[in-house]
């Protein structure tokens, strides 16, 4: 978590760059990435990342996440959940 807070407090306007620059910091980059990330990104809002990465990444991963709303996809799979009783 220090790290993590750290990362974003050097770049609270900028997730992208919060997310680079935790995944240059060595060690457990990808839980520091996705936590910096987070909180810059609720600071700044979606509008701070760059539209051609996050399309990049909805491609690779195969989101949907700017047609449905970032919260509509695991919203559904909440919904889903909850119906069938599985994880």
Not at 27 to 39: C, I, K, N, R, S
Not at 54 to 67: C, D, W, Y
Not at 76 to 82: C, I, N, S
């Amino acid at each position: 978590m220090p790290a993590a807070f750290a990362v974003a407090s050097r770049h609270p306007g900028d997730p992208w760059r919060a997310c680079l620059m935790a995944a240059r910091l060595g060690g457990d980059t990808d839980t520091v990435g996705a936590m910096a990330g987070a909180v810059a990104g609720a600071c700044a809002g979606a509008g701070a990342l760059p539209a051609g990465s996050v399309e990049r990444i909805e491609k690779v991963n195969g989101l949907g996440l700017a047609a449905a709303g970032p919260w509509a996809a695991r919203a559904e799979d909440v919904a889903l959940t909850l119906e069938t009783g599985t994880v």
